[in-house]
């Protein structure tokens, strides 16, 4: 049996690209986005309430990595990216009908878009369905998890002088919190574990309107190099 879905909403992201998404929710607070409504879910009646709730569930699809053949292994960052293990053991995107789930903070409710923080979506995923987080039946204070049983370890994040004044500067005309958003992105160390980056390879990814590079001087030790506006595609 087929059911047919269709998304209920667009998400409008500060991350342009997949590379530097935090690969959980809520491990960069300052990641912002807004949740376009498509019709008919465009109208204040399909929100009214939502206004009482501080956080939401929301399943989406994986629009950039959906694929025709299910795979059973996947290979998912938490281990290194070079062990396999079952497709259901891991929250890795290549999923069997590409639906991904994110507990994300509700800041502001308006008739038709949702002003979202903590994200950790692409710009432009499709949101099949909203669901309003009850942290009585939702938090389940004896799990465990021997696979992710902690946030990763967040590495030291500096800056070359020029490229924090620029993102300074952007911060404000975004009226963004810019800075802590590059911080806490790159803090997670988005490169592939297996990589051991030599210090002149930079680095790169897209955040709002902004092409963002940075190196590793060191091996656990990121340097931003460079904030400006992304060239045009």
């Known amino acids: 049996m087929q059911h047919l879905v269709s998304p209920v909403g667009i998400v409008r992201s500060c991350f342009k690209e997949k590379f530097a998404i935090p690969r959980q929710p809520h491990l960069a607070p300052a990641a912002r986005g807004v949740l376009e409504l498509l019709p008919p879910f465009n109208q204040g009646e399909a929100v009214q309430g939502l206004e009482q709730v501080s956080h939401v569930w929301l399943l989406f699809l994986f629009h950039q990595a959906l694929e025709d053949k299910p795979r059973l292994k996947v290979r998912p960052p938490r281990?290194?990216?070079?062990?396999?293990?079952?497709?259901?053991?891991?929250?890795?995107?290549?999923?069997?009908?590409?639906?991904?789930?994110?507990?994300?903070?509700?800041?502001?409710?308006?008739?038709?878009?949702?002003?979202?923080?903590?994200?950790?979506?692409?710009?432009?995923?499709?949101?099949?369905?909203?669901?309003?987080?009850?942290?009585?039946?939702?938090?389940?204070?004896?799990?465990?998890?021997?696979?992710?049983?902690?946030?990763?370890?967040?590495?030291?994040?500096?800056?070359?002088?020029?490229?924090?004044?620029?993102?300074?500067?952007?911060?404000?005309?975004?009226?963004?919190?810019?800075?802590?958003?590059?911080?806490?992105?790159?803090?997670?160390?988005?490169?592939?574990?297996?990589?051991?980056?030599?210090?002149?390879?930079?680095?790169g990814a897209r955040f709002w309107d902004l092409d963002v590079h940075w190196h590793y001087p060191e091996l656990g030790r990121i340097r931003v190099l460079d904030v400006q506006m992304a060239s045009r595609d």
């Open 79 to 203: 281990l290194g990216g070079n062990q396999s293990v079952g497709v259901f053991s891991t929250r890795a995107t290549h999923r069997p009908n590409g639906i991904g789930q994110s507990v994300v903070r509700l800041d502001k409710v308006e008739p038709g878009r949702l002003h979202l923080s903590g994200i950790d979506l692409l710009d432009g995923t499709p949101v099949l369905d909203i669901k309003p987080y009850v942290p009585y039946a939702d938090c389940v204070s004896d799990a465990h998890n021997a696979m992710a049983d902690a946030a990763p370890q967040l590495i030291p994040v500096e800056w070359h002088g020029d490229a924090l004044s620029s993102a300074h500067q952007h911060a404000q005309r975004l009226n963004e919190p810019l800075v802590e958003l590059i911080e806490q992105c790159l803090a997670q160390d988005p490169r592939p574990a297996y990589q051991q980056p030599e210090p002149e390879r930079r680095y």
